[in-house]
């Protein structure tokens, strides 16, 4: 039961053009959530993040929104770059137990191919 | 500051054999994660620890077990190595009482084959 859905495998745009990344979730009690970047032969690095109780976070050419009624978010990258070519993975945080633990649900990725 | 180191990168085990993936931080990080990543799937949470000494189940847990005697080190065995144990295997490490929260510090990885 895949509870972060990554629909899209790949993704190709052009240089300079805006690249959209989607992810849909099932699980209500997700309530932080992450995207990440990976470029092969290493390991995922953050790239930015978003709260629930917000819709929209902003940081340089990335750009999260949240759409909670849908449970769906999107990352927007513009103008995308050669060098944004990576797998995205799309995150969600959940509680687990009590206290201050939590753990992360990851989608499959989506290969972004950003071509000159 | 290394961040997150993993050892070996590449390893090849026979079916029966056993190893253990080392892995070490040093951003003085409470929370420390292992993963696997199977070709065309996401990340799945093996086992976790929230300190020195406590460690607890993920997703996927059986055929590994993990230990925390330090706040740097956690290291992942896997002791009857079988052919579904080939995979990419990532640490991860987080402190979510800094600025950055929820966000993990991902190793470069381990890549298992198992024949």
């Known amino acids: 039961d895949q509870q972060v859905k990554q629909n899209s495998p790949s993704l190709s745009v052009q240089e300079g053009r805006i690249s959209i990344l989607n992810c849909d979730y099932t699980?209500?009690?997700?309530?932080?959530f992450l995207w990440y970047k990976k470029y092969p032969a290493e390991g995922p690095t953050f790239l930015i993040s978003i709260s629930s109780i917000k819709d929209k976070n902003e940081d340089g050419r990335f750009t999260v929104f949240l759409n909670k009624s849908a449970k769906h978010l999107s990352l927007h990258i513009v103008p995308s770059q050669p060098g944004d070519s990576a797998v995205y993975f799309c995150?969600?945080?959940?509680?687990?137990?009590?206290?201050?633990?939590?753990?992360?649900?990851f989608g499959k990725g989506t290969l972004l191919t950003v071509n000159p | 500051n290394a961040g997150v180191t993993q050892t070996p990168k590449f390893r090849i085990l026979k079916i029966g054999q056993s190893m253990t993936l080392q892995c070490t931080q040093d951003m003085n990080h409470n929370y420390m994660y292992w993963y696997r990543q199977d070709p065309g799937m996401g990340l799945k949470l093996i086992y976790y620890s929230v300190g020195a000494g406590i460690t607890d189940k993920g997703e996927v847990p059986n055929g590994y077990n993990v230990s925390r005697s330090t706040t740097e080190d956690f290291p992942l065995r896997l002791e009857l190595a079988a052919p579904s144990q080939t995979s990419v295997y990532f640490c991860a490490s987080s402190y979510p009482l800094t600025g950055a929260i929820y966000e993990q510090y991902f190793g470069p990885g381990t890549r298992l084959t198992v024949t």
């Open positions: 995150a969600a945080k959940s509680d687990v137990g009590g206290g201050s633990n939590y753990k992360l649900t």
């Open positions: 699980n209500s009690m997700f309530d932080y």
